[in-house]
């Protein structure tokens, strides 16, 4: 069955970075686009970031423009996001989710990961 | 941006059918998706393209879309229902997500 584990969540430092993890499994993992989904604390969801399946296109929400970057191995099935400049508004939840469609994306989350937890925090 | 509207919160006796409501400006034109999610919880996808349901969910969810609003429909309530529901759309190139509904199970 589908796994998406997340790793690499923690405390930081307002104005510093973080880099997370995304190892997937149970499926074709170069075959699908995948994004990042976050939820501050008892907050909505908000979209982050997606890739395509080939890594050819990325987006990002507004909030994260500039400075987070999506990434992907498809070799070691595995996703990432390079957090920087980070503030305190982006403490959240961060999950991973696979797109519902292969290739480009139909831009609908059908599996989730557990999520890490970001803190950012002097 | 595009914005989609939800209440804060709903109830439903056990047993009866709840109502969750997703509103934006000529939703009906987009496709809209479902999630629940129970406390400390990643969310579980629901509902997908208007009125699709995953493998393994119950017949007993179900969604439409038209005009102005979006709407996922649990029939007879169990208090496992009892979640946040937040509606999803895509809009010329990003994700929008609702605020979220609080249903309880009364």
């Known amino acids: 069955q589908v796994q998406l584990v997340e790793s690499g969540g923690g405390v930081v430092q307002p104005g510093r970075s973080l880099r997370l993890s995304c190892a997937a499994s149970g499926f074709k993992f170069n075959s699908y686009a995948m994004h990042w989904v976050r939820q501050a604390p008892g907050k909505a969801l908000e979209w982050v970031a997606v890739i395509w399946f080939n890594g050819s296109n990325v987006d990002y929400g507004d909030s994260v423009k500039g400075r987070f970057t999506i990434s992907r191995d498809n070799s070691k099935n595995t996703l990432f996001l390079q957090m920087n400049s980070l503030r305190a508004e982006d403490t959240a939840v961060y999950y991973c989710?696979?797109?519902?469609?292969?290739?480009?994306?139909?831009?609908?989350?059908?599996?989730w990961g557990q999520g890490t937890l970001v803190t950012v925090s002097s | 941006s595009y914005e989609l509207t939800q209440t804060l919160s709903a109830s439903v006796a056990l047993g009866q059918t709840a109502t969750v409501t997703c509103g934006g400006d000529?939703?009906?034109?987009?496709?809209v998706h479902w999630y629940q999610q129970k406390p400390g919880q990643a969310p579980v996808m629901v509902i997908y393209?208007?009125?699709n349901r995953p493998s393994g969910i119950p017949e007993r969810f179900s969604g439409s879309n038209s005009g102005n609003t979006a709407t996922l429909t649990i029939s007879r309530a169990q208090a496992g229902d009892e979640a946040d529901y937040y509606c999803?759309?895509?809009?010329?190139?990003?994700?929008?997500f609702g605020g979220g509904t609080k249903l309880t199970v009364l």
């Open positions: 393209r208007d009125t």
């Open positions: 989710a696979r797109d519902g469609f292969g290739g480009s994306g139909s831009y609908y989350f059908t599996h």
């Open positions: 000529n939703i009906g034109s987009k496709k």
């Open positions: 999803q759309v895509w809009d010329v190139k990003t994700v929008v």
